[in-house]
């Protein structure tokens, strides 16, 4: 009988042991298995922080760039990688090695002994001028050990170029204004020293402070109507115009000095409506006609013509038979106060505003102005308008 519950308690122990064995490897597995889960969102969530890190940095308008403790590049954003025209992976390598930059290196050599340097302006070494501001300062961990090196770059070319355009603007403005001014002034003391006393030459000093302080107040007309067509303070009153008309009636403006300069004027602008501001347009075009008779050959031909564009726009242009323009030259005949013969164009009385008072109307209408030129053979400006699909607008005689 003892032997029997001997025997059943050994096969009761043993039972109570595999299962204990069995619950032991279902707890293990389980432990594993959560494990393996913890391991996962770990990593799920190390990956989404890297990911929200990385579009983070991306959205940055500004470049970023990280270096590690070797001064290696850890990361750099999609802005960096913009401003220096990058496409290669930058990861792993120096300054020097992706940028080719040594500027660049040395500041960063200057953040390795100051611990941080801001508002340092950068000049890239290309040919558009291109300017970033750079603020970098080295990064420490927790320990207060030195981890790396962070880069913020900020595109400061737009800037560059407005600061050197205001810069133009006032020294070419202050030119201009200095020219009549210092000849008024001289007329006004030799007429106060005596000169005033013999009439004819009193008549004659005075028909050129006349005529310096017309060209002064041309030039004051024309500061105001860029100011406000830049600023967009113009509005304009737009009406479907007959274009032949228009250009009718600025040749007969303008006959007088074309018969003085011996020029033939025609008209070949067909039956064109444009939804315009006649009186920006009458601008327009009066300046062009102008300039080709003052700048083209005596005894030459000026030719105004038009046609409807495949794109729906109508298209002027103004051609001369003069001496044409060089290649280089034609970029910029749009730019305020740009002269392709300097000392010609003070000669005829031009403020050197007027084709880019053209630029800034027909912009202004939604079109587009260019020239095309050859020397010895002439020139043509050409300007786009909206076409017009009303009644015309009667064209008043001055």
Same mark, same amino acid.
């Given at each position: 009988m003892w032997a029997a519950l001997a025997i059943l308690l050994l096969a009761t122990l043993v039972v109570l042991h595999l299962r204990h064995r069995q619950l032991l490897s279902r707890l293990q597995r389980k432990h594993l298995l959560d494990l393996e889960d913890l391991q996962r969102r770990q990593q799920q969530t190390l990956t989404d922080a890297n990911a929200q890190q990385q579009v983070l940095f991306n959205s940055m308008l500004e470049?970023?760039?990280?270096?590690?403790?070797?001064?290696?590049?850890?990361?750099?954003n999609r802005a960096f990688k913009h401003l220096f025209q990058l496409k290669a992976e930058l990861r792993g390598k120096t300054i020097l090695e992706a940028l080719r930059v040594p500027e660049l290196d040395a500041l960063v050599q200057r953040v390795e002994n100051d611990g941080q340097v801001f508002d340092y302006e950068l000049k890239l070494p290309d040919l558009n001028e291109h300017w970033l501001r750079v603020n970098a300062a080295a990064?420490?961990?927790?320990?207060?050990?030195?981890?790396?090196?962070?880069?913020?770059?900020?595109?400061?070319?737009?800037?560059?170029q407005l600061e050197r355009t205001r810069e133009e603007f006032v020294a070419n403005v202050s030119h201009e204004l200095r020219t009549p001014l210092s000849l008024i002034k001289g007329y006004v003391e030799t007429l106060l020293d005596g000169a005033r006393n013999n009439p004819e030459v009193a008549e004659r000093f005075l028909k050129i402070i006349e005529r310096n302080a017309q060209r002064l107040d041309l030039l004051i007309q024309d500061l105001l109507t860029i100011s406000a067509l830049e600023s967009g303070r113009m509005k304009l009153n737009l009406h479907a115009v007959d274009m032949h008309q228009l250009a009718e009636k600025v040749l007969t403006d303008l006959h007088g000095k074309a018969e003085a300069r011996g020029t033939t004027l025609a008209n070949q602008v067909p039956a064109l409506l444009a939804q315009v501001d006649a009186n920006r347009v009458d601008q327009v075009l009066s300046n062009l006609v102008d300039n080709a008779i003052k700048y083209g050959r005596t005894q030459g031909h000026v030719t105004v013509g038009g046609r409807q564009s495949d794109s729906g726009m109508i298209e002027l242009s103004v051609n001369d038979d003069g001496p044409g323009i060089p290649n280089e @030259?034609?970029? /910029?005949?749009?730019?305020?106060?740009?002269?392709?013969?300097? @000392?010609?164009? /003070?000669?005829?009385?031009?403020?050197?505003?007027?084709l880019s008072i053209v630029k800034h109307i027909i912009q202004s209408h939604g079109g587009e102005v260019w020239a095309a030129s050859e020397v010895g053979k002439g020139t043509t400006f050409y300007f786009t308008l909206p076409a017009g699909n009303k009644l015309p607008t009667p064209i008043e005689p001055e």
């Open positions: 470049g970023l760039l990280l270096l590690d403790r070797n001064q290696r590049i850890y990361l750099a990064v420490f961990n927790s320990a207060g050990g030195r981890d790396g090196t962070i880069l913020v770059f900020h595109d400061l070319t737009r800037l560059k @030259a034609l970029d /910029r005949v749009f730019e305020r106060f740009y002269r392709v013969d300097k @000392a010609r164009s /003070r000669d005829q009385g031009g403020t050197g505003l007027g």
